[in-house]
């Protein structure tokens, strides 16, 4: 009977795609289809204020805690803890649409499909979105769900200083969305998220659905050059202690370092700045980031070990002072294999091309994965395009996806009733 | 006579340390020795202002020409070409108290020194600050008595945009030093400059003065790259154009092939931009700096055509677009032999240490090479150091250095009458 029942229900595919557009025209860059919605900026708060009034239209009860997360529940026929989904709505400086917003508003669409349906579910249903996701402007990344599940103190987290010299705690107040909600909170019966892959895997094989077996480990450091400064005509090469030839032979070498590896490790230097910066002075100092990623946590140990040892040698050879800090260290994780195989079979049942793959980028499911069963369903992305305006997934893949996150959540929440 | 009259004269070698001192303290960088006056800002307007003061206190004509340079002029026994000293008093964002600075300032202890005496040259002395050498806001460098010297049209000067988006002309308007003497100017009898050296070689020997040969060449260009910007996570290494990747390769790239070549060629990139700059993105653009020099033109001919070739790989390699602008070039300069042997043997005559050498750094003399004799002095800087407010040069130094070029000048002006 249940089963029959659930079949008939279907996410409004139109309505899903309003909603992001919706939510892409807050904080709009330029003409294009992306948004720039730095965490806790005055545009944060303005798709925040968005998507909290849906949740209101949606007679969803809205909780927001310490760190600014924020979810949205729809009662069950039995208290207890929600069957939730969620990921997040703050972007990167040349974000795109679809990531993070679309395992939020695709949350929306299921409550949405459930009272169309006349659905009445055992369990809650619950939809969160949680802070400062990205990490461009306050690191650690995954910052509000990890606080949320008790990988980080409230007090920790609110002293947090941002790269424009902002305090975490002070721009909650700013926006209005430090909460009362306890934080950590009490886990969820299961946590779901659906997100754009944000790679090129599913769209150079045409498939699906992505079947998210785990996230990658992600090793985030800032490396920090001291060198003198110079006047780059009369200064002998043998005599110079230049701050930014110390950090470019950082960024080759990372690069290298993961060409020697091999995938799926990768190496990036996204951020880099030298100072004076000027064309005739040799750089005094140099701040460069370093984001080293892969799937197996021995292999990253060892890649940030082999890094360890070449700023030492270059300090040495360059006769520039290195320190490093560390803005962010996340180990690989594992998703439940029940809730992986759940999502592979509903996939199936949907009819929907669909592969297993691990995670290249961090996700706010993987602060739940310690804490209670938690799966990730991924779309495609066209070309593997993301964290730029251009990033985009077909209409039929965002439906297909929020379909596949409807039925597991359905499972989960067990539909008790369907009122005609 | 004239040779016992000269033998009694001196610069007063504190009145100098003390202009040096007032004028550093326009612009100060803190509580260093430095100061921070980029070409036609409000500091270096305010720097000028003190300058012209001490001008019109020691009787000297003022005149200012369309791109802003600066003559004081004492009048000879005969009217006709002057024979000048002079250099610049704008300073890099890091700068020091020395660099320019002392060419001017003890041009004034000269005109002081001449007067103070009674003497009566006969051709007229002149002390000149010419606008812009540094090239740290506006390119190219030297750019002030490049246009004195009719190596630029003061029309294409004028319209130069600088790297904070400002343009010259307006600028001049702004500070109030755009005057209306003839540009280019006829050409003075002769100039010479006195200068730190900005180098370790007379610090290293312990020599008193540098008898300057020449100039070496230089060569700066801006490189634009232009990537592809995508999540640093799941964007395989293979599958990126990382213009941060090809800004480190351009910068290892010109330190190796200036080891490779040896001295003196030397080359930095001492400005490097990505864009969006973040930890987790991979850069879609960035923008350096190649500041490439050799005292030999093949030589340095052969550099740029490496790092043009070397450009060409890496933007095929990288799956970047790399263009490249001209922002300044200059062949190596040799001074007029006797000029060069006059500033010799009268260091010798005071009982200083002196060797020859070619400069390292490029000065408003190398201007005035083509059109006039022209010499140049240096004295030693501390450690080597400039463009850093750590530059030192001691005062014994500076006043040895004043009353080499006191004495070139009064020869080269030739001593008609002293009024006891």
Do not use: K
Request: aromatic residues 4%.
């Amino acid at each position: 009977m249940r089963g029959s029942t659930i079949t008939g229900i279907s996410i409004d595919g139109e309505a899903l795609v309003e909603r992001l557009a919706a939510l892409a025209s807050v904080g709009a860059i330029g003409d294009t289809d992306g948004a720039c919605r730095l965490a806790l900026t005055g545009e944060d708060r303005d798709g925040r204020n968005l998507v909290v009034a849906w949740m209101h239209d949606l007679g969803m009860d809205v909780s927001i805690d310490g760190i600014g997360n924020v979810v949205g529940t729809l009662a069950g026929a039995e208290p207890g803890p929600a069957v939730m989904c969620g990921s997040h709505i703050d972007t990167v400086r040349t974000g795109g649409r679809y990531d993070g917003n679309l395992g939020v508003l695709a949350g929306l669409e299921v409550v949405e499909a459930v009272q169309r349906s006349g659905i009445i579910t055992r369990w809650p249903l619950a939809v969160g979105f949680f802070t400062g996701e990205e990490g461009s402007r306050f690191a650690p990344d995954m910052l509000g769900s990890l606080v949320y599940t008790g990988g980080l103190a409230l007090e920790e987290a609110l002293d947090i200083v941002g790269t424009d010299g902002a305090v975490v705690g002070e721009e909650l107040e700013r926006i209005g969305y430090r909460g009362s909600a306890p934080c950590p909170s009490p886990p969820p019966r299961a946590f779901v998220e659906l997100h754009i892959e944000q790679g090129p895997i599913l769209f150079a094989e045409s498939i699906q659905i992505g079947v998210v077996t785990g996230v990658q480990g992600i090793s985030w450091s800032e490396i920090t050059v001291a060198g003198q400064s110079n006047h780059a005509g009369t200064t002998p090469m043998a005599m110079r202690r230049d701050a930014g030839l110390a950090a470019a032979r950082v960024a080759a070498f990372v690069h290298d370092l993961a060409g020697e590896f091999g995938p799926p490790q990768v190496a990036t230097v996204g951020r880099l700045e030298l100072h004076p910066n000027l064309v005739n002075v040799v750089a005094s100092d140099a701040v460069l980031t370093v984001d080293l990623r892969n799937t197996d946590e021995a292999l990253l140990l060892e890649a940030e070990a082999r890094l360890a040892a070449f700023l030492e040698d270059l300090a040495a050879g360059t006769g520039t002072g290195i320190t490093t800090r560390r803005l962010a260290r996340f180990a690989p994780v594992e998703f439940d294999p029940e809730m992986v195989a759940r999502v592979e079979r509903v996939a199936g049942e949907l009819g929907l091309s669909h592969r297993r793959l691990c995670s290249g980028a961090g996700h706010d499911a993987q602060m739940f994965a310690p804490v209670c069963p938690t799966a990730m369903v991924f779309v495609p992305s066209w070309e593997g395009i993301s964290h730029n305006p251009a990033e985009h997934t077909e209409p039929e893949h965002l439906e297909a996806g929020a379909n596949v996150l409807l039925r597991v959540m359905l499972e989960l929440a067990e539909v008790v009733e369907v009122r005609s």
